[in-house]
């Protein structure tokens, strides 16, 4: 298997079960609890340029960060965001 380095759920093909939860887990947050899409967009740029990204998989933590990003209160465990 070749890992994706850089690579979000988006842009994984076969990832697209996850990547709906992503979706409905976003839907399900209040406003206050969700970052807005500006920062949630901006968070996964920095994901997409770090060297820990496999497979849309933070390899400090092992989250899926599209799925961490979600939170206005998250945090990068590399401190990066």
Known sequence: MNHCRQCLL???ADQ???LAQVARTRK???ETERASDAVYEKR???CRACDRLLD???QKCGCYVEIRALARTAHCPGKKW
């Open 10 to 12: 988006r842009d994984l």
């Open 44 to 46: 996964l740029e920095v």
């Open 28 to 30: 399900m947050m209040s």
């Open 56 to 58: 849309a998989t933070c």
């Open 16 to 18: 697209a079960d996850v």
